[in-house]
């Protein structure tokens, strides 16, 4: 791993350009640019505000609807554009993977750290509603960077392991929107964990984004730690994901030219 991690270190120059590059291919051409950061997640939370807020009320304690699905928004597309995008790297790619010798992992890599760029812009609009709806900033804000490397760590996890397996199986591309699509509802999003019957509330727990996306809330809206046993168990998980996923991308590796 620190071999891995070493020479990744020492190609960051190409890593930098790759993100660079990514960003601008991902809004060529575009009419709103980056604006389409912001426009995904703000089109997402006003649907769900009108349809779990106004037709089908759902019961948030006591935070404005909107702010309490943007905040766990947020993190969720930065979570499924990391996927979406990274997991086809490498056969998108695919002129340079068999052309050039690098570490391939800056390919999902870059993905990922794109639609982190993307989250930040994302971020500016969160940051105004919580001014407009007055929440209340306390300390448990700083739990804000231990969740995200969790989810960075977990998001590379899926994304290193996603991506080796498309170089041999092309329906994994098919495969990630379904997964993501199903993911998304069983992560507390549009409703909150305290909906979840008690005696599946445990299990529920064990999905990775649902402890990732309820720390976020609690630590942001709620002003609470998050659940402690949820995230330490999230983030073994993760390491775990990224360490096994990291080896079997490496060893794959000396073959994605020859199958690419």
Do not use: C
Not at 59 to 81: H, Q, R
Not at 117 to 137: E, G, H, N, Q
Not at 217 to 245: D, E, H, M, W, Y
């Amino acid at each position: 791993m620190l071999a891995y991690l070493e020479e990744l270190v020492n190609h960051r120059e190409l890593l930098r350009s790759w993100v660079s590059r990514e960003i601008k291919v991902r809004y060529k051409q575009a009419v709103l640019g980056i604006g389409w950061a912001v426009l995904q997640p703000l089109a997402m939370m006003l649907i769900f505000t009108v349809v779990f807020s106004y037709f089908n009320k759902i019961p948030t304690e006591g935070i404005p609807y909107p702010i309490f699905s943007y905040s766990a928004l947020l993190p969720w597309v930065f979570f499924s554009n990391s996927i979406s995008f990274g997991t086809t790297s490498l056969v998108r790619n695919m002129n340079l993977v068999t052309k050039i010798y690098f570490p391939r992992e800056i390919l999902p890599f870059a993905s990922l750290i794109a639609s982190f760029i993307d989250f930040l812009v994302a971020s500016v609009i969160f940051v105004f509603l919580m001014i407009y709806y007055k929440i209340a900033l306390s300390t448990s804000l700083f739990w804000i960077p231990v969740i995200l490397i969790v989810q960075v760590i977990f998001s590379l996890g899926i994304l290193l392991l996603g991506s080796a397996l498309n170089v041999f199986y092309r329906d994994i591309r098919f495969i990630i929107p379904l997964v993501l699509q199903i993911w998304l509802f069983l992560s507390p999003i549009i409703y909150p964990v305290s909906l979840v019957p008690n005696r599946y509330k445990t299990l529920y727990m064990l999905n990775p984004m649902a402890s990732i996306i309820d720390s976020y809330r609690r630590s942001i809206l709620f002003g609470k730690s998050p659940q402690l046993n949820f995230l330490l168990i999230t983030t073994i998980v993760a390491i775990i994901l990224f360490i096994l996923s990291y080896r079997f991308f490496k060893i794959k590796e000396k073959v994605f030219a020859d199958i690419i």
